[in-house]
């Protein structure tokens, strides 16, 4: 099982952007720990990080024949970009969609996902967490139809 880990704008900040919020694990630590997950699991990680939008999108439309499934933490953009959702329909890759805080309970701005009513599940608000939970559930999912 292939599994791709897509992440958005700042996430390369994390463990120094707003820690409140966000926490104190950085990227790396939380790409390590997937990584743990999936060795578990007996899956392959593809890990991509892009503070640019047409890079995530490049990412997304890379993703067929080359994922079974993907977590997605399109992060800001998950909020504002047609073009990012459009990329994700076209390709048809189940996934997950990841966010750190509970984007609910937030700016209005950031209470809607473009995405959400795409994926398989969202997982918010469990911080570093959350990876790890989607992760657990895209691959139980993906088991199930299998």
Request: cysteine-free; overall charge negative.
């Amino acid at each position: 099982m292939r599994v791709a880990v897509l992440s958005g704008p700042n996430l390369n900040l994390l463990g120094m952007r707003e820690p409140e919020l966000y926490g104190r694990a950085t990227l790396d630590q939380i790409e390590a720990a997937v990584r743990a997950a999936a060795a578990s699991a007996g899956a392959e990680v593809e890990w991509f990080q892009s503070n640019h939008e047409g890079a995530l999108i490049d990412a997304v439309q890379g993703l067929a024949g080359r994922a079974d499934g993907a977590l997605i933490n399109a992060a800001a953009l998950s909020h504002t970009s047609l073009a990012l959702r459009d990329a994700v329909l076209a390709v048809r890759v189940p996934f997950v969609e990841v966010h750190l805080s509970n984007i609910f309970a937030r700016e209005p701005e950031r209470r809607r996902s473009l995405l959400a009513d795409l994926a398989l599940g969202v997982v918010a608000g469990f911080g570093a967490r959350s990876y790890l939970l989607g992760f657990e559930a895209l691959v139980a999912a993906l088991r199930d139809a299998g």
